[in-house]
């Protein structure tokens, strides 16, 4: 079992950046696989990125060339960086572990890209 708290929301400006943090109640090291979902009102949850324990990533269509998913196993924490930040980015933003056959998730954290 492990509990995920994103942090790192909040509102920018487009073509701005942020990071988005993501830190586990236990040791990530044998995680098998760890990502970032998001969810705009009205729409599906989308994979964003993820990560293996391996060090494999793996990006959705419309977010390639412009985030990095990067995770920090002494830290236990998982972070996704956003650049060239669009309104389209627009959601909540949750965080995902795959731990043996079970799924759990964070709480999300809002990012929003507005003039």
């Known amino acids: 079992q492990v509990q995920l708290v994103e942090s790192g929301g909040g509102l920018v400006q487009p073509g701005g950046s942020l990071r988005l943090s993501c830190a586990a109640s236990r040791s990530i090291f044998s995680i098998a696989a760890m990502g970032w979902y998001r969810q705009a009102p009205g729409k599906e949850r989308e994979l964003v990125a993820a990560v293996t324990s391996g060090g494999s990533t793996n990006y959705g269509d419309s977010v390639k060339g412009r985030f990095t998913i990067s995770r920090d196993n002494a830290k236990n924490t998982v972070y996704l960086q956003m650049n060239s930040l669009k309104p389209e980015d627009t959601a909540v933003y949750y965080c995902?572990?795959?731990?043996?056959?079970?799924?759990?998730w964070g709480q999300g954290t809002q990012v929003t890209v507005s003039s």
């Open positions: 995902r572990a795959l731990v043996g056959l079970s799924l759990y």
